[in-house]
């Protein structure tokens, strides 16, 4: 019975990841929610830390299907009577400088992540961390929009993002590799709206600068599982399944949302949420104690 209820569980985490990994409002803070509430009972230890990180796979492969167009390189020749000439003719240089681009933004979080991912798992990864993460950039989101309100973007194209706007994109999302609840989202789209990269793009660019991070971190966590507990259970790979499939398909309703909605609206509301849900995370855990 036990089994069957992790099931279901893993089915809450999955559209619980779907919802809050795109959206600026931290998918951490709402796991650990979820996680007080909803553990797992048949696993290893040391599972549910894995398993937060590797289905959100299901998330990026929404963005890979969704985005297939703005960020595959390669092509088929126009037409068999005026083919272009060589492998480079099959080869989109936008898209490829694009990918380059996103390889300097995952610079700065990719090198201190994998040095010291544990240490700041250790010091940070806990209910008061990251109830403060969530309230200091719901403020920061607040405090940034007010500030943009009438200015006018400088980077309104995905080309226009120069290399070092990139570097400094990547930055940002340091500070969510070190301080779970800041989200990642949250933090490049802050940073990208401070240094003038417009809305649409600053998404954008953050949906797609998850892929390569997000591929790796689960990497990272799918390793240190099997070396500290050796290989899955049959339960534990179902569950890891479900809870990506799940968050795949939330997921592809959810970016086009956010798309939409930014289109017409700012992020105030994703902010008032963070400061909100912080809060209630705080009082829950400190009454707890």
Request: glycine content about 6%.
């Amino acid at each position: 019975m036990d089994s069957f209820f992790d099931v279901i569980k893993a089915f809450i985490y999955g559209i619980v990841e779907g919802i809050t990994e795109w959206l600026p409002v931290s998918s951490t803070g709402h796991l650990i929610l979820v996680e007080e509430f909803l553990p797992f009972k048949n696993v290893s230890e040391g599972f549910f830390d894995m398993f937060d990180v590797v289905i959100q796979l299901g998330a990026i492969l929404a963005v890979v299907i969704l985005f297939w167009n703005k960020i595959w390189p390669f092509q088929l020749p126009q037409s068999q009577e005026n083919p272009q000439s060589g492998i480079l003719g099959y080869v989109k240089m936008d898209k490829i400088i694009l990918w380059l681009k996103i390889a300097v933004a995952c610079v700065p979080a990719a090198v201190i992540g994998v040095l010291f991912d544990d240490v700041f798992d250790a010091l940070f990864y806990n209910p008061v961390c990251v109830s403060i993460a969530l309230i200091v950039f719901g403020v920061a989101f607040i405090v940034v929009e007010n500030w943009n309100k009438n200015r006018k973007p400088k980077v309104r194209k995905l080309d226009d993002i120069t290399f070092q706007t990139a570097l400094l994109i990547g930055v940002f999302q340091l500070i969510a590799a070190i301080f779970p609840g800041t989200s990642r989202s949250g933090a490049t789209i802050v940073g990208a709206l401070l240094i003038g990269v417009s809305r649409t793009i600053a998404a954008e660019f953050t949906f797609f600068l998850a892929i390569p991070v997000m591929f790796g971190a689960s990497l990272l966590k799918i390793v240190k599982f099997i070396s500290d507990n050796g290989a899955f259970t049959v339960l534990e790979f179902f569950l890891l399944l479900i809870g990506t499939i799940v968050s795949f398909i939330v997921s592809l309703f959810i970016v086009r949302f956010l798309m939409a909605f930014i289109k017409k609206h700012n992020f105030k509301i994703f902010g008032w949420y963070r400061i909100a849900l912080g809060i209630i995370v705080l009082l829950y855990f400190g009454l707890a104690k």
